[in-house]
Each structure stands twice: as C-alpha cells, then as structure tokens.
C-alpha cells in the first residue's frame, strides 16, 4: 500500500481538561494512510494525553477523533482496537510467565476466533488456525529480529529486545494504525537505532505509524512529519527539515539551540 493523502486519523480541535488544568487544547492533525507521523513535545506537553484520548483510554473535553472516516470519539480502547488501531505503552507490559513466542500469540486474538467448543474438541478450523498463529508468530520474530529468542522466557529478555518483542506482539494484532508510546524510553544508542529500523521497516510493510516520542534523534531519522506539542497546544507541524529549523520549536523543545538533531 503506497503513501496517500487520504486522512486515516484525523484529529480535530480535541481539548482535554482536568480540573483547571488544559492537558490539550484545540489540538489538530491529520494522519493520512501509509504515513510515518510523530507527535512530540517537552516533557508534559500532553503528548500522552492526547495519545490516550486516540486508543479510547478516556474521551475528550472537547474535539473529535475520526479514524477511516468514522468518528470514534469515546470508545472503549476494546472497541478502538478492533477497529485496527493498536498501541504500545510507554511501560513494557508483557506476559512474563509466558515465552516470547507465547507473547506473540496473545496479540493474534483480534484476529483469530475460538470459544469454549473449540478449546474442548479442537476442530480441524481450530487446529489450523494454531498452525497459523503459530507460523505468524515466529514470522513477526524474525522480522523484528527475535526469531532465535522464540522459546525463552519473556521477561529473560534485555530490556531493548522486550520493546522490539512488545511491536511485534502489536502487529500479530494486524493494526491499521499502530501507536507507539514513547518506545525508545529507557533505550541506549544501539537498541534506539535497532528500534528505528524496525518502525521504518514496518511503515514500508504498508502499516501506517503514529509516534509519540521524545527522543528527538530518533523522530528526526524515522518521522515523515511531525507536530510538535507544547502546553497542551500544537506550536508547529512540518517536515523533519521544517521542524527543527521553527523558531517556537527552537525555542519550546530544544532549549534556545539551532538544530534538532541532539
């Protein structure tokens, strides 16, 4: 699926308010299919927030969410997932007492079907199906680089392999629109790098990318635009290029120096 300019996620004028605070305000973008597009902003600019209100976590003050031409403005995360937008977190949450493999699995329930009868007598559809899952899941492995860690425990895992562990978990889900939470927190230089392969090579699988991060190195060498987030308002949108050259950017997000690129 090639780049279009058709909006999948359009967010527009969405506000969040919490008491007296204004998490959000006015916020909008559009996401059009295919894109690599990154959210970013200073520490509480209200990235997550507003990140939260697209994955159905809480709904909006104010403002809607449209995702492939239907709004989808407070609906339960359940409901925005079967849909096809899927998310990471910024904390790692896997299944530790499952395998990496097994881990996989899990996020293949949005497209696999079962039930009691099927557990009990195992029909040749159900049969077939755990080959498929089992195929898929050791395919994603090898495509974000784990295939020969399949077997082991998950949380035996260096922390840089559990992030990769938990995007591929998040594709067997089959997203429209995966949504990564922060996903270079708490990363070194080499695992930051590895990750950024993985997402590109993924947005080339056709998937489109919403990204909210705040390791700029990493936005600036994956994003195909970017809106930059600060007090809760957008202060600029743009090409990587466009960004780091705004003066509020500048000025908001780097701390008065000239490029993006630290």
């Not at 860690?149 to 990769?164: I, N, V």
């Not at 998040?170 to 949504?179: E, I, N, T, V, Y």
């Not at 070194?188 to 390791?215: C, F, K, P, S, Y």
């Not at 195909?224 to 908001?252: L, M, N, W």
């Amino acid at each position: 699926m090639g780049k279009s300019d058709m909006a999948l996620l359009s967010v527009q004028n969405v506000t969040m308010r919490f008491g007296g605070l204004v998490a959000n305000d006015r916020v909008s973008f559009d996401v059009p299919e295919g894109a690599l597009f990154a959210v970013i902003g200073p520490n509480g600019a209200g990235k997550t927030t507003l990140f939260n209100i697209i994955s159905g976590f809480f709904p909006p003050s104010e403002g809607q969410v449209v995702f492939a031409g239907d709004t989808i403005t407070g609906l339960p995360q359940h409901a925005v997932a079967s849909r096809g937008l899927i998310r990471t977190y910024q904390l790692v949450q896997l299944f530790k007492d499952l395998t990496v493999r097994e881990n996989v699995a899990v996020g293949c329930h949005r497209v696999t079907r079962g039930g009691i009868p099927a557990a009990l007598f195992t029909p040749g559809w159900a049969r077939k199906q755990e080959a498929e899952v089992e195929r898929r899941s050791r395919e994603l492995l090898d495509f974000v680089g784990l295939g020969a860690q399949a077997d082991m425990a998950a949380d035996k895992l260096p922390y840089g392999q559990q992030r990769l562990l938990e995007v591929a978990r998040a594709l067997a889900a089959d997203p429209k629109l995966l949504l990564l939470d922060e996903p270079a927190a708490g990363l070194n230089t080499q695992e930051t790098a590895a990750l950024a392969d993985v997402i590109q090579r993924v947005n080339a699988r056709g998937v489109t990318v919403l990204l909210v991060e705040h390791d700029m190195s990493l936005v600036m060498k994956v994003a195909q635009r970017i809106a930059v987030i600060d007090f809760g308002k957008k202060i600029a949108e743009g090409t990587p290029a466009e960004i780091k050259a705004h003066p509020d950017v500048i000025a908001a997000y780097l701390g008065g120096t000239e490029t993006a690129d630290a």
